[in-house]
């Protein structure tokens, strides 16, 4: 059978069943981490965050809100971060006194996590940690604690699972890396 992403896909790196089986050690964890909380928020960071945040939350047994933040770096290429992030779409939510944990897709130079951390910090919660799907260390600019990670990976543009590849292909149940070809051709 032939598919729509066949052309852009080198490998599938992660393999679906692979992640859920993460995503639920991830949710016991936090569950565990979290089970005196009085207020716990996952904050998703759209758009990649939003297959991971709905897998995720299934796991977590500790009442939970969730929100959703959009934020944008600007400058340069749509594959790269440029330190400068602006957010598109705010929290409709409170966070005096909550504990936050914002669930992201992908950690790569670090620059919108930082960013989001800093403003959502300035913001009063109890406290603000970090889940991240995917981490590619090698590429970090900016050092910062990540609380929960699914996957280390190397340094490989991968999308599925929420990860666009110029928009398309977030809804895969498998996170792919980019065949070199299919993206230097565009
Ligand atoms: P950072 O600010 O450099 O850490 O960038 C993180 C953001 O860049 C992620 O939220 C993704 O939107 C995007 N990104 C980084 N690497 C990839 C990738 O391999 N595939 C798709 N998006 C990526
Ligand atoms: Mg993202």
Redesign the pocket.
């Known amino acids: 059978m032939t598919h729509s992403y066949d052309h852009y896909l080198q490998e599938i790196l992660i393999p679906s069943d692979a992640l859920q089986q993460r995503i639920a050690e991830l949710g016991a964890r936090i569950s565990a981490d979290y089970a005196d909380s009085p207020g716990l928020m996952l904050v998703c960071?759209l758009k990649?965050?939003v297959l991971f945040l709905t897998d995720l939350m299934r796991h977590i047994t500790v009442p939970h809100e969730i929100d959703f933040l959009a934020v944008s770096?600007y400058g340069k290429g749509a594959?790269?971060?440029t330190g400068k992030?602006r957010i598109d779409k705010d929290l409709t939510s409170e966070c005096e006194g909550k504990d936050i944990l914002i669930v992201?897709?992908?950690?790569?130079?670090?620059?919108?996590?930082k960013f989001v951390k800093q403003l959502l910090r300035a913001r009063h919660p109890n406290s603000v940690k970090i889940v991240t799907l995917?981490d590619?260390p090698s590429?970090r600019?900016l050092e910062i604690a990540i609380d929960y990670t699914g996957f280390e990976i190397e340094d490989?543009?991968?999308?599925g699972y929420g990860?666009?590849?110029d928009e398309k292909f977030r809804n895969l149940p498998f996170v792919g890396v980019?065949r070199k070809e299919a993206l230097i051709e565009e």
């Open positions: 960071i990649g965050g770096s594959r790269e971060s992030v992201e897709d992908i950690i790569d130079s670090g620059f919108t996590l995917l590619k590429r600019t490989k543009f991968v999308f990860l666009d590849l980019v």
